[in-house]
C-alpha cells in the first residue's frame, strides 16, 4: 500500500503520452477488427458516392453539348454504346446501381463502428472500474462519489465521442482523396488549384485544436464538480427537507451550474469564432473556383494553365467541391468532441496510473486462533496535522470481547481499519496471531474478520442476497443459520417472500435495526475469528439495542470480538473496555474498575447516566473547547 502521507484524487495524475491512443491499445485493440471493417466498408462507399457527379460531367459534355466523346476511365471503350439513347441509358444504370452500392458499404461501416465502440466502452468501464474499488481507502476518503462516477460514466461516454471524432476525420480524409482522385482524372491543373482548400481548412483546424483542447480539460472537470453537488444534495435529501435547506442547497447546485455554463461558453464562444471563418474561407474558394474554371471555357487557359477544359468537367468540379468542402468545413466539430472526448481519457487514463493501488500479494493466515496485538502503532490520516493514532499498543487474547470507547475524533474506527488493512500504520505493527498483517493479502486477512459498520449498508435485492454477499456459494441453510445467530430470522421470516423479499436501495424496506441484524448475519456466514462492530447500535433506539446486543452477545463467545461504541451500555459487559482520548489508551479495564478510576470513562457514564451535575468542571471545559474547535 501507499503511503497515508499522500491522499490520491481525480486529476491528480497528468498521465504520459495521448491518453486516446494508450486507451485503445489496451481495450481497443482485442475489437479492432470491427474497425477495420468499419474504415473498409467506409472507403468502398466513397467510390459509388462520387461517382455520379463525374458520369453526369461526361454525359453533359458528350450527349447534350456534343464536345466531347463518352470515356468512362477503367472502363474499356467497347463497352461504351456508340448512340446517344445508349450511352443515357448507361448513366442512369451507373446511377441506380452507384446509391443502393453506397448505402449497403455504409450500413455495413454504421454496424461495424457501432460494435466497436460500444465494445471499446465496455472494456474501458469495466476495467477502470475493477482498478478503483482495488485502490486504497485514502483515495475514497479524498473523492466524492460524484466525481468517481462522473468518470466510470460520463468520461466513458466522452471516450465514445472521441473515437467517433477520429472515425468522422478518417471518414473525411477518404472521402477527400476519392475525391481528389476523380478530380485528377478530369483536369489536374485544376485540381492542383484545389489543394487551396484543404490545406487552408486544415491549418484553421489545426488552430482550433490548440485553442480548445484546455477548454475542453476545465470542462471535464466542472461536469465531475456538478455531479457531485447533485449527488451530494439528492444522497442527502431528507436531511435537506429535515432543516429546511432547499434554497441553500438551490444556490449551490446554481453556483456549480454557472462554473459548467462558464466552462461550456469558453468551448461554444472559440467554435463560434471558427466556423464563420472557415464558411468564408470555403466561399472564397469555390468563387476562385468559379472563377477560373469559366475564364478557361470562355477565353482558354489563363496564367500557367494549358489545355481545355470542358462545360461538363467543371460542373463536376463545382460538385466535389461541395463534396470536398462539407466535411472539411465541420472539421472544428470533429475536433471539438474529439478533445472533449480526450479531456475525458485524460481523466479515465489518470485514475488508471495512480500509484495508489490497494496490496494484493502477501501471506496466507491459515488457521486463526484469534489474538490481536498492536504494537506501538502510529497513523495520521493525508492531509492531517495530528495523528489519528499515536503509540497505541493492545494486546487482545483469542476469543476476548473488547469494547472501544472515547469522544468523538478519538481514534476508535482508525484503530479497527488498521486490522482490516484498510491503511497501514505509519509506524508500529498489527498482529494477528503473531503474524504482521501488512504481510498477509488483504483478501485472505478479511476472510478471517467480520466488519459491521455503523452504517448498515445493504445492496438492492433480496434479504438471502445480501446475507450471503461475500459467500455467493452458501445454500439456503446456511444463509438462515447465519441469520439465526444474527436475530434476524423472525422478522425476515414475517416478511412477504422470506429471504426472497426485494428489500429496495440500501435496504429502505427494513428499518435501522432491522438492516444492522442483516448486517451482522452477513458478517457471520464466514464464521470470522475476529468481529468488528463499529457502532452497531448507533442508529437505532433503546429497544432495538437491547435486541442487537442480545444478538451479539450469542456470538461472541467464541471469537475475538471488537464492538466500537458511543453507547456505554453496548459494551458494559466486554471482557476488557479500552478508552481512547485525541490518539491514545487513557484507560483499560472492565466497566467496573473504570468506574472506580473515575476517569474519563467514569465521566462517560455519568453523561449517558444523566449525572450531568456529578461531572468536573475540568470535563465540561475540555467538551466546551472542542465544540468551539
Not at 485524460?346 to 484469534?370: S, Y
Not at 476508535?412 to 509506524?427: A, C, G, I, N, Q
Amino acid at each position: 500500500m501507499s503511503s497515508p502521507d499522500t491522499a490520491p484524487s481525480v486529476g491528480d495524475v497528468d498521465p504520459a503520452g495521448n491518453p486516446v491512443r494508450r486507451l485503445f491499445r489496451r481495450h481497443g485493440r482485442p475489437h479492432a477488427g470491427y474497425l477495420v471493417v468499419a474504415v473498409v466498408a467506409n472507403v468502398l462507399s466513397r467510390i459509388p458516392q462520387m461517382l455520379p457527379a463525374f458520369v453526369l460531367g461526361v454525359a453533359i459534355d458528350a450527349v447534350f453539348l456534343n464536345s466531347g466523346d463518352y470515356a468512362l476511365p477503367l472502363v474499356p471503350g467497347a463497352w461504351i454504346p456508340g448512340t446517344e439513347t445508349g450511352q443515357l441509358s448507361l448513366t442512369f444504370g451507373l446511377l441506380a446501381a452507384a446509391y443502393p452500392l453506397m448505402a449497403l458499404f455504409d450500413v455495413v461501416s454504421t454496424w461495424a463502428f457501432g460494435v466497436f465502440v460500444q465494445r471499446f466502452q465496455h472494456a474501458v468501464r469495466t476495467d477502470t472500474y475493477d482498478l478503483v474499488q482495488r485502490l486504497e481507502m485514502g483515495f475514497f476518503d479524498e473523492n466524492e462519489t460524484g466525481e468517481i462516477m462522473s468518470v466510470l460514466n460520463e468520461d466513458v461516454q466522452q471516450l465514445g465521442a472521441a473515437v467517433g471524432a477520429v472515425r468522422q476525420l478518417i471518414d473525411t480524409v477518404v472521402l477527400a482523396v476519392v475525391v481528389y482522385g476523380y478530380l485528377l482524372v478530369l483536369n489536374w491543373q485544376l485540381a492542383t488549384l484545389m489543394l487551396l482548400l484543404p490545406v487552408g481548412l486544415t491549418a484553421i483546424s489545426f488552430w482550433f485544436n490548440r485553442a480548445v483542447r484546455p477548454r475542453h480539460e476545465r470542462l471535464r472537470e466542472v461536469v465531475g464538480e456538478i455531479n457531485s453537488q447533485l449527488n451530494n444534495s439528492i444522497g442527502g435529501i431528507s436531511v435537506i427537507k429535515a432543516y429546511g435547506t432547499e434554497d441553500r442547497e438551490a444556490e449551490r447546485v446554481q453556483s456549480a451550474s454557472e462554473e459548467f455554463h462558464d466552462a461550456r461558453w469558453d468551448v461554444v464562444t472559440a467554435q463560434a469564432r471558427v466556423t464563420p471563418t472557415m464558411e468564408t474561407y470555403t466561399a472564397v474558394s469555390t468563387a476562385v473556383l468559379v472563377l477560373v474554371g469559366g475564364y478557361w471555357i470562355l477565353a482558354g487557359a489563363p496564367l500557367l494553365f494549358s489545355g481545355p477544359l470542358t462545360a461538363g468537367a467543371l460542373f463536376t468540379f463545382y460538385s466535389y467541391v461541395g463534396e470536398f468542402e462539407r466535411p472539411l468545413r465541420f472539421l472544428p466539430n470533429v475536433v471539438n468532441a474529439y478533445q472533449n472526448g480526450r479531456a475525458a481519457a485524460q481523466r479515465i487514463a489518470g485514475v488508471r496510473d495512480l500509484d495508489a493501488g490497494e496490496a494484493t500479494e502477501g501471506d496466507a493466515l491459515g488457521t486463526v486462533a484469534g489474538r490481536v496485538t498492536y504494537e506501538d502503532v502510529t497513523f495520521t490520516y493525508p492531509g492531517a496535522e495530528e495523528p489519528s493514532l499515536d503509540g497505541v499498543s493492545l494486546d487482545v487474547a483469542a476469543g476476548d470481547s473488547v469494547g472501544i470507547v472515547g469522544p468523538t475524533g478519538a481514534g476508535k474506527t482508525t484503530l479497527v481499519k488498521l486490522l482490516f488493512r484498510f491503511y497501514d500504520p505509519e509506524s508500529g505493527t498489527v498482529r494477528v496471531d503473531d503474524t504482521d498483517v501488512s504481510d498477509v493479502a488483504p483478501a485472505d486477512l478479511r476472510e478471517h474478520v467480520g466488519y459491521v459498520s455503523q452504517d448498515p449498508f445493504l445492496f438492492s435485492g433480496t434479504v438471502g442476497e445480501n446475507i450471503r454477499y461475500g459467500r455467493a456459494d452458501v445454500d439456503e441453510d446456511d444463509v438462515g443459520r447465519a441469520a439465526r445467530l444474527a436475530g434476524a430470522h423472525e422478522f425476515v421470516a414475517e416478511l412477504p417472500e422470506g429471504y426472497d423479499t426485494t428489500i429496495g436501495e440500501r435496504g429502505v424496506k427494513l428499518s435501522g435495526g432491522q438492516r444492522q441484524r442483516v448486517c451482522l448475519a452477513r458478517a457471520l456466514l464466514n464464521d470470522p475469528a475476529v468481529l468488528v462492530l463499529d457502532e452497531a447500535t448507533s442508529h437505532v433506539d433503546n429497544e432495538m439495542e437491547a435486541l442487537i446486543q442480545r444478538s451479539i452477545a450469542s456470538v461472541v463467545a467464541d471469537r475475538t470480538t471488537f464492538v466500537v461504541a458511543h453507547r456505554l451500555s453496548t459494551v458494559r459487559d466486554a471482557d476488557r473496555i479500552v478508552v481512547l482520548d485525541d490518539g491514545e489508551i487513557v484507560g483499560r479495564g472492565t466497566h467496573e474498575d473504570l468506574l472506580t478510576a473515575d476517569g474519563l470513562y467514569a465521566n462517560l457514564w455519568r453523561v449517558q447516566a444523566g449525572e450531568i451535575e456529578a461531572l468536573p468542571d475540568e470535563f465540561l471545559d475540555r467538551v466546551e473547547e472542542r465544540v468551539d474547535d
